[in-house]
């Protein structure tokens, strides 16, 4: 157990819709990640946020938003949802903003 | 630009023989580097990582890693693969480059034989 919880961890929607992920991270840890995970693209960087503020940016669509709050949970929301945004979505928190990520156990979305 | 290269998307060895899983990065500024286990099902789980201290790297499980940097590989290694060694496994680099970059590389499955 990584320490990093994401939810839920299943989910299953239709084209069109919208759908909202959430991730805690480890206590302590003020780095959030998240990373979507699919067979043909592999292990794609998405975000990266620091206590609360956007530190990274990688191959995320304009369709995809994230946050981190106060509390450091982050939520990561997918809109206008197409068949291809099917995949495991995982988070990943670390200590600072360079270290080792420590995973949570990812949520796998189904688009249909 | 910063890239990671893992040679070979899957290697297969023998229960017993030696694990080489092959990474070499690309960075402009010194890197700190990783390699992270996937099982089937779960999320990646943190192997080992080279932040600048000692280039040779042990971590959990058996595995080791060399920093090369005339090579600018970072092979992971392990002397006896056991069968619960197979997995998917992810060599990736951490940059800071005025912001924070992780690049993962594409994998690699290992396949463990009896």
């Known amino acids: 157990d990584s320490g990093v919880t994401q939810t839920p961890k299943h989910l299953i929607t239709a084209t069109g819709q919208r759908v909202t992920l959430r991730c805690s991270p480890r206590?302590?840890?003020?780095?959030v990640y998240w990373y979507q995970q699919s067979l043909d693209q592999g292990l794609q960087f998405l975000i990266q946020y620091y206590n609360g503020e956007e530190r990274a940016k990688g191959n995320i669509l304009e369709r995809f938003s994230a946050q981190q709050f106060p509390d450091l949970h982050s939520e990561l929301n997918l809109s206008s949802l197409e068949l291809g945004d099917s995949a495991l979505y995982f988070c990943a928190s670390s200590a600072t903003g360079l270290g080792e990520q420590y995973f949570g156990p990812g949520t796998r979305l189904t688009v249909t | 630009a910063q890239s990671v290269t893992q040679l070979g998307s899957h290697v297969s060895v023998s229960e017993g023989a030696l694990v080489l899983l092959r990474c070499n990065y690309s960075?402009?500024?010194?890197?700190?580097l990783f390699w992270y286990v996937q099982y089937p099902n779960q999320g990646l789980q943190l192997l080992l990582k080279?932040?600048?201290?000692?280039?040779l790297v042990k971590g959990i499980n058996g595995f080791e890693a060399e920093f090369k940097k005339s090579e600018t590989s970072f092979h992971l290694t392990k002397p006896s693969a056991h069968m619960s060694d197979a997995a998917e496994y992810f060599c990736?680099?951490?940059?800071?480059?005025?912001?924070?970059?992780?690049?993962f590389g594409a994998g690699t499955r290992l396949f463990v034989k009896a």
């Open positions: 990736a680099v951490s940059l800071n480059t005025g912001g924070f970059k992780t690049i």
């Open positions: 960075s402009s500024v010194p890197p700190y």
């Open positions: 206590s302590g840890d003020l780095s």
């Open positions: 080279y932040t600048s201290a000692a280039t």
